[in-house]
């Protein structure tokens, strides 16, 4: 059974940086392929990132060249870095496991000065 959990979140002023991270319990981290996505109030979830088990990467086109997406095999962690923070960017970010569906608590991120 995958767990994930999700941390990093915050408050942070527009042009400002943050870095999510999302620990994955149970076997086979390194075989999975992960997603962040995001919400806000009265909208479905939106893809962000996601990230092979080659390392390959992919990203919304809305966050492409502010957001990083990254692995730690050996810590079975997931990262998001997020720089050049804009108030639209506000949202909770959930962490999710591709083939088994599960998701994350989520993570509240807001972006206001």
């Known amino acids: 059974q995958v767990q994930l959990v999700e941390s990093g979140g915050g408050l942070v002023q527009p042009g400002g940086s943050l870095r999510l991270s999302c620990v994955v319990s149970?076997?086979?981290?390194?075989?999975?392929?992960m997603n962040w996505y995001r919400q806000t109030p009265g909208k479905q979830r939106e893809l962000v990132a996601l990230?092979?088990?080659?390392?390959?990467?992919n990203y919304a086109d809305s966050v492409k060249g502010r957001f990083t997406i990254s692995r730690d095999n050996a810590k079975n962690t997931v990262y998001l870095q997020m720089n050049s923070l804009k108030p639209e960017d506000t949202a909770v970010y959930y962490c999710?496991?591709?083939?088994?569906?599960?998701w994350g608590q989520g993570t509240q991120v807001t972006v206001s000065s």
């Open positions: 149970g076997s086979g981290f390194s075989t999975r392929i």
């Open positions: 999710r496991e591709y083939l088994t569906g599960t």
């Open positions: 990230i092979t088990t080659g390392g390959n990467t």
